[in-house]
């Protein structure tokens, strides 16, 4: 059985008559607050939480810190919604999700992202939630992506958006415990995906990394390498 906790404005705006929702095989909790999501969480264990940056109670933030943090709530899969303006985007990006979505609800993206979400556990790895920015291009225009394999030399992105070779990103994401981060990189090469999603997969090199920077994300992997033994 897979249980889901949703935000209730965001439930009441799905057509759940086609979805993964009304399953026989998943079980829906709906929150009205943060707090609520919380004691939900703690008392299901759910598989997904689907939220909104801007539900009353304890502020997002917070929640999260408390759920990343502990060695049983963390293991449950995040989509996060927020508005599409730079200070929203900011608060979604500490909350370290699985994927942030922009308001008003698209319906058939975000079953789209539940599914994938349900049918893969949720583990620890080397990625975090970043967006970027492609430098010095008509398409200059910031989007969200996930990383895999991160290392003090660069990353590989997930993301469904067209990258090309040479291509340089500002790449901008937060780690646990860490400040902002900041880095430009190079595509490299380009990852063909393994299924037949709309993700595409590009390895990218980072340029100069600032000293400090260079040992948050050293620590970062080696934490993660520990917790994964």
């Not at 998943?26 to 609520?36: G, Q, R, V």
């Not at 919380?38 to 940056?53: F, K, Q, T, W, Y």
């Not at 990394?209 to 934490?223: L, S, Y």
Request: charged share 30%.
């Amino acid at each position: 059985m897979k249980k889901i906790i949703i935000n209730e404005a965001i439930a009441a705006g799905i057509d759940k008559g086609a979805s993964i929702l009304q399953r026989k095989d998943t079980k829906l909790f709906i929150a009205k607050t943060n707090d609520e999501m919380l004691s939900l969480h703690r008392a299901e264990r759910v598989n997904l939480i689907i939220s909104r940056i801007d539900m009353p109670g304890m502020a997002c933030e917070q929640l999260f810190a408390v759920i990343r943090n502990d060695s049983v709530l963390r293991s449950v899969s995040l989509i996060l919604f927020c508005l599409d303006r730079p200070d929203d985007r900011v608060r979604a990006e500490r909350c370290s999700p699985d994927a942030i979505m922009t308001l008003p609800v698209n319906s058939a993206l975000l079953l789209e992202k539940a599914e994938s979400f349900l049918n893969v556990p949720a583990r620890e790895s080397y990625r975090v939630l970043l967006s970027a920015n492609i430098d010095g291009s008509s398409r200059d225009q910031s989007f969200f992506c996930r990383s895999e394999n991160i290392s003090v030399t660069g990353l590989q992105l997930e993301t469904e958006r067209s990258l090309a070779l040479g291509d340089w990103l500002t790449c901008s994401f937060f780690l646990p415990d860490s400040k902002r981060i900041t880095v430009a990189g190079e595509v490299m090469r380009a990852i063909n995906p393994t299924d037949k999603s709309e993700t595409k997969r590009y390895g990218v090199k980072f340029g100069k990394v600032a000293p400090e920077d260079i040992a948050a994300i050293d620590a970062f992997v080696k934490k993660k390498a520990v917790k994964m033994r």
